[in-house]
């Protein structure tokens, strides 16, 4: 047993201090990035992600933000992609697991295209687990690495440098970050495991950097504050989920309580919900570790997308970053002890 005693943070215990500023207006602001792989492949876009989950990483969703230049990793249970002209937008990430039916899956997806088909047919392959520090994993993404050298790997969930760097060198090109601080994932609480978010970005960037590779920021925003606070900290992407749940883009249908109050359902990848949909139920030898909840009904997605890339460009003028890759120069972080919103829309 060991103790760590040196202070984590998460996004609420920080506020991003403003100094001095030259830019007179948030349209100055370029949110926009240019990202350089190893596979001699670029991407232009603003790297703010909707997350691989049932509910937000849809057809849909994709196709909306994708018209403010966005980038949506989709639900591994959606089989269309293949045959779906949409999916050649390079604003989409296919995402799969690292279960039998994933590599039967992938492996089938290859074999119905010819090589230059599949090697153009989708920049992002997304491979998702919960808990991506088992050696099974790092080997998983060095044989996708050796069998696609062509595509750009996002690999997570882990939270420490050492496993950043991992991932790194067994082929990802971005490392997802988080364990434990999505608003329906309940592993802090079910398996004592997790890392504060905002300190798991800080030290996972700086490792990730070190190489040449790519953090995303995954879990713990639910404020546009946050946002710009995980850019602020390091992260070259921020993937949402529950800040994205609850409209017309996301899967599911609009229901109307007794009290008139209309809501969509918004379950983690780890819930009973998930497990029963798509494994027949939760396996006798592990837990759920997810929630299922009711999200107000918000409407179209765009209005949403609008605040977070307005605070996020708030963020930038109060601290002088004329663009985004450049916020985590400009940020410094304040430590404070008063709870921040915990619902994005809180006044």
Not at 217 to 230: E, F, I, M
Not at 296 to 316: E, F, H, K, M, N
Request: charged share 25%.
């Amino acid at each position: 047993m060991k103790i760590l005693d040196d202070v984590k943070l998460d996004y609420s215990d920080v506020l991003i201090r403003p100094k001095r500023s030259i830019l007179t207006s948030r349209k100055e602001v370029n949110l926009e990035r240019t990202f350089y792989f190893r596979n001699h492949k670029d991407w232009t876009g603003v790297p703010i992600a909707a997350a691989n989950m049932d509910t937000i990483g849809t057809i849909e969703m994709a196709r909306e933000l994708s018209k403010h230049n966005m980038l949506t990793c989709l639900s591994k249970h959606i089989e269309s992609w293949e045959t779906d002209k949409d999916f050649y937008d390079r604003n989409m990430a296919v995402t799969f697991g690292m279960g039998q039916a994933d590599e039967e899956r992938l492996l089938s997806a290859a074999g119905k295209m010819t090589t230059s088909e599949w090697m153009g047919h989708k920049d992002f392959i997304c491979i998702d687990v919960a808990n991506g520090y088992s050696q099974r994993f790092v080997d998983y993404i060095k044989n996708i690495r050796d069998n696609w050298p062509e595509k750009i790997i996002i690999a997570g969930n882990v939270v420490t440098a050492e496993m950043t760097e991992a991932l790194y060198l067994a082929g990802a090109d971005i490392v997802k970050v988080g364990i434990g601080p999505g608003s329906v994932c309940t592993t802090r609480k079910v398996a004592g495991v997790g890392y504060p978010q905002l300190s798991a970005v800080i030290e996972c960037a700086d490792a990730a950097h070190g190489l040449g590779g790519y953090i995303m920021a995954d879990g713990g925003c639910v404020s546009p504050g946050d946002v710009s606070k995980a850019f602020g900290a390091g992260a070259d992407f921020v993937m949402l989920g529950g800040m994205l749940a609850g409209h017309d883009e996301c899967a599911g249908d609009i229901v109307t309580d007794e009290q008139g109050t209309s809501h969509k359902v918004f379950y983690g990848m780890s819930s009973t919900t998930a497990m029963e949909k798509h494994s027949g139920g939760v396996a006798t030898y592990r837990a759920s570790e997810g929630k299922t909840v009711k999200v107000p009904y918000r409407g179209p997605v765009c209005d949403t997308i609008q605040q977070i890339l307005g605070g996020v460009r708030s963020a930038c003028t109060y601290t002088g970053a004329r663009v985004i890759k450049q916020l985590p120069k400009c940020t410094t972080f304040v430590r404070c002890n008063r709870q921040l919103n915990t619902v994005f829309g809180d006044s």
